[in-house]
């Protein structure tokens, strides 16, 4: 069955070190998100993905960034690692519009990436 | 720019009651509307959404979900409550040509045996 993964699970770094998320899918989507859960703000797109050499920033994308040099994985980085940063990361992917042709596409999300900054 | 709100950030109900998780959002285009349900510790899971079509959507697990246009809703009911349904609710909203999703802020579901 296809899937989303992500790892860690959870994390643990100091402030200021550089870390890595990894999201990985098998729908072969084109599509792929970073999102952030924090309570109170439910969840927010950090940065997306449209296809392979695309990115783009999302609502709180200061401090993170992506890249895609394939179809199946987004790696997320957080250059210098907050405090501020410390929260639930969830990564997902969707189908096209342009593939399907079905606009209103679902996002089906990873399990989550727990992090925490000190 | 789209965005969605969520009144109540906790509800609770009675096992076998009525559930009523209420959902609002503004868009200057006609929108894609979902549901996305979260158990502890885990991922979203999509409960149902509206597109084009009949305004009244089923999904999964007996949930329900009605696009008004003229009230800017999209509220989720089930007739009879669960202890399973206890849960995180996150109502969310997209459009054509835009295929981010923007999410609500989350209403947690306590079932009350």
């Known amino acids: 069955d296809a899937e989303i993964t992500q790892s860690p699970r959870h994390k643990i770094t100091e402030t200021g070190r550089q870390v890595t998320l990894a999201c990985h899918q098998t729908?072969?989507?084109?599509?792929m998100f970073w999102y952030r859960q924090d309570l109170g703000h439910g969840l927010r797109l950090i940065h997306y993905?449209?296809?392979?050499?695309?990115?783009n920033k999302g609502e709180v994308s200061d401090g993170y960034s992506v890249s895609r040099s394939n179809t199946e994985d987004l790696p997320l980085t957080l250059e210098s690692a907050a405090s501020s940063q410390t929260s639930v990361y969830f990564c997902?992917?969707?189908?096209?519009?342009?593939?399907?042709?079905?606009?209103?596409?679902?996002?089906?999300f990873g399990p989550g990436t727990r992090l925490l900054v000190l | 720019a789209q965005s969605v709100t969520q009144l109540g950030s906790h509800v609770s109900v009675s096992e076998g009651a009525l559930v009523l998780l209420r959902c609002n959002y503004s868009s200057s285009v006609p929108p894609y509307l979902f549901w996305y349900v979260q158990y502890p510790n885990q991922g979203l899971q999509l409960l149902l959404k509206?597109?084009?079509?009949?305004?009244l959507v089923k999904g999964i697990n007996g949930f329900e979900a009605e696009f008004k246009k003229s009230e800017t809703s999209f509220h989720l009911t089930k007739p009879s409550a669960h202890m399973s349904d206890a849960a995180e609710y996150f109502c969310a909203v997209s459009d054509f040509g835009n295929e981010k999703l923007t999410f609500g802020t989350g209403t947690r579901l306590t079932i009350i045996p």
């Open positions: 509206y597109t084009t079509g009949a305004t």
């Open positions: 729908w072969n989507h084109n599509n």
């Open positions: 993905s449209y296809g392979v050499q695309d990115t």
């Open positions: 997902a992917s969707s189908e096209a519009v342009g593939t399907s042709g079905r606009p209103g596409e679902t996002q089906y």
